[in-house]
């Protein structure tokens, strides 16, 4: 049973730029959470997608965007990237009907450096 | 805001239980305490979670105390796989989405 899947695992990429990061969410479920974890924090909420829809969002800027597709994988984006969006993004998977009760599952992160 | 208080490190001899301590002291009557770790370079693992009553599983026990304000998970026989951060959480009933303090970084020492 395949867990939660990201890619790529490791990216560098220059100040200005743009970024795409994927995620595809273990077998049933249907939402999909991103969060930021700077080094040496806690994992910072950005925002979920249920049913293609942002349904929650965190305290970042519009710069930080997303997209959940028919399949339930997603997509995060983050234009015009700064030398602050240094971090590991983390996927996490749930049930939206009952998202605590299925559980959360995260994937192993994906490691953006911006230079 | 996380609405927990955790130790930032603690270190426990390989084989020892291991206590990490978890203060939640403004949590409410239908809020759970949940617990995940994160061993470096991994996502947030699940380990456990309580209401009222004490809680064991597999992977650990979960004591709660009888006014909720504070928990411990322990790990009753620490292996050197156990050196992770770990989190203590309390789930907010109107929110879906999981707020992480800094955790407890636990070393397992040989």
């Known amino acids: 049973d395949a867990g939660v899947t990201q890619s790529p695992t490791h990216l560098i990429k220059t100040r200005g730029q743009q970024v795409t990061l994927r995620c595809s969410p273990k077998?049933?479920?249907?939402?999909v959470s991103w969060y930021q974890q700077a080094l040496g924090q806690g994992p910072q909420f950005i925002f979920q997608?249920?049913?293609?829809?942002?349904?929650q969002r965190g305290n970042f800027p519009d710069r930080f965007s997303g997209h959940q597709f028919p399949n339930y994988s997603s997509e995060l984006n983050v234009n015009a990237l700064l030398l602050g969006d240094s971090a590991l993004y983390l996927c996490?998977?749930?049930?939206?009907?009952?998202?605590?009760?299925?559980?959360?599952?995260f994937g192993s992160g994906t490691r953006l450096t911006v230079v | 805001d996380a609405k927990t208080t955790q130790p930032t490190s603690m270190d426990c001899a390989e084989g020892r239980a291991a206590n990490l301590p978890c203060n939640h002291s403004t949590i409410s009557g239908n809020e759970y305490v949940y617990w995940y770790r994160q061993i470096h370079s991994q996502g947030p693992q699940y380990i456990i979670h309580?209401?009222?009553n004490n809680e064991t599983n597999e992977m650990a026990s979960l004591i709660i105390t009888e006014d909720r304000k504070s928990s411990t998970l322990i790990l009753p026989h620490a292996t050197l796989r156990d050196t992770a951060v770990y989190y203590c959480?309390?789930?907010?009933?109107?929110?879906?989405?999981?707020?992480f303090g800094k955790g407890t970084r636990l070393h397992i020492l040989p």
């Open positions: 077998s049933g479920h249907d939402t």
């Open positions: 309580g209401l009222k």
């Open positions: 959480i309390v789930r907010v009933d109107r929110d879906d989405k999981i707020i």
């Open positions: 996490a998977s749930s049930l939206g009907t009952a998202p605590w009760q299925s559980g959360y599952t």
């Open positions: 997608y249920y049913e293609e829809e942002e349904r």
